[in-house]
C-alpha cells in the first residue's frame, strides 16, 4: 500500500489560508521594522568600512615582508563572479503548466542537496494542480508537489516529501516557480524550468531554446534552483550544497530509463547554456519496482 503523503488527509484550503495570512503578517511586521533595520545595517556598513580600511594599511605594510596562502572564497560556501548567470541565461520563456504536470517525472541526474543526500534511487516526483485556493491566493496557480526517493539503494527506505508550488508571474515568466513547505513557499524563485523539450529533437540536436511554444511535448526537462549566480567548475550553478531554498540543478524525464543517448544528450545541452553539468550525479531507476506508486501510476518498462 503507498505511504500517504504528509499532507493528505488536511483541509488544503485550510491550508491555504493560513499560508497567506502568516505572509501578510510578516509582511506587515517587515514592513514596520524597516526603518530600525536600515539604520543598523547602515551602521554596520561603516564600521565595516572604516575596519577594512585599516586592515588594508596593516596589510600594505606587512605584504612585502609575509607570504601566506588565504581559503579561497566560496571553496565551502560556494563563489560568485561577473561570469554567473552566463550572459543571455534565463528561463524557458513559455510554458504550459497543464502539460508539464500531465505526468510523472523520473529524475536522471541531481546535483546534491543536504536535504535529499543519498536519496538517489528511484526517484519520482509527481505535480497536482491545486484548485482549492483562489481568492486568498490571489488567483496564482498553485501545485502540489510530491517527491519520492529511496536512501541508499533500491530497497532503501522511502523519502516522501510533500510541498506546495506557486507561479508568481505566470503570464510574464511561467517557467519561474517558487518551491517549498506552504509557510516558506512567498521567497523567491527557487525552481526555474530551464528548457524541455522531446527526445527526438534533443538526440537529433535539432533542439532550439524554448522548444516549440505553449503546445510542445515535454520528454524532458532541465530544472535550475533559481538562477545559476554562483561559479562551479568553470561553468554557473543555483546557490551552495548548505543552502536549502536556492540551490539545485536537475534533469528529468517522462521514462525511468530514457531511450539510450537521451540522458547524454540533456546534459550536453545544459552544459551548452553556461550550466556545471559536473555537479550532478546519476539517479538510479535501473532494478526499481516503484512499490510505493499506485498501481496504475507504476511504469510499465521497470
Not at 142 to 153: P, T
Not at 246 to 264: C, E, H, N, S
Amino acid at each position: 500500500m503507498p505511504s500517504l503523503c504528509p499532507l493528505e488527509g488536511v483541509n488544503s484550503y485550510v491550508q491555504n489560508s493560513l499560508s497567506m495570512f502568516l505572509l501578510r503578517k510578516s509582511s506587515q511586521s517587515q514592513r514596520r521594522q524597516f526603518p530600525l533595520l536600515l539604520f543598523i545595517g547602515l551602521t554596520l556598513f561603516l564600521l565595516l568600512l572604516v575596519g577594512a580600511e585599516a586592515n588594508q594599511e596593516q596589510d600594505d605594510a606587512t605584504s612585502t615582508n609575509s607570504t601566506y596562502l588565504r581559503p579561497a572564497r566560496g571553496l565551502l560556501f560556494g563563489g560568485s563572479n561577473g561570469n554567473c548567470p552566463p550572459a543571455g541565461f534565463r528561463s524557458r520563456p513559455t510554458l504550459s503548466l497543464d502539460t508539464y504536470i500531465s505526468a510523472l517525472w523520473y529524475p536522471q541526474k541531481a546535483a546534491p542537496v543536504l536535504y535529499a543526500m543519498g536519496q538517489s534511487f528511484c526517484s519520482v516526483v509527481k505535480y497536482t494542480l491545486d484548485t482549492s485556493c483562489t481568492f486568498l491566493c490571489d488567483n496564482l496557480p498553485r501545485i502540489d508537489v510530491r517527491n519520492r526517493a529511496l536512501a541508499g539503494s533500491i530497497t532503501g527506505s522511502l523519502n516522501d516529501a510533500c510541498l506546495k508550488a506557486m507561479i508568481p508571474n505566470a503570464k510574464g515568466k511561467p517557467a519561474e516557480i517558487r518551491v517549498g513547505p506552504p509557510q516558506r513557499l512567498y521567497t523567491k524563485a527557487n525552481y526555474w524550468v530551464v528548457d524541455a523539450g522531446r527526445y527526438r529533437n534533443i538526440v537529433a540536436g535539432n533542439h532550439t531554446f524554448g522548444g516549440f511554444g505553449n503546445n510542445d511535448v515535454y520528454d524532458w526537462a532541465i530544472i535550475s534552483g533559481g538562477a545559476p549566480t554562483r561559479e562551479s567548475n568553470g561553468a554557473c550553478i543555483a546557490g551552495t550544497l548548505r543552502q536549502f531554498d536556492t540551490r539545485g540543478l536537475w534533469i528529468f524525464a517522462r521514462d525511468p530509463i530514457p531511450p539510450v543517448g537521451v540522458v547524454q544528450a540533456i546534459d550536453d545541452y545544459a552544459a551548452s547554456l553556461g550550466l556545471d553539468t559536473s555537479a550532478m550525479i546519476d539517479v538510479v531507476h535501473e532494478g526499481c519496482t516503484y512499490d510505493f506508486l499506485d498501481p496504475d501510476e507504476r511504469p510499465t518498462s521497470s
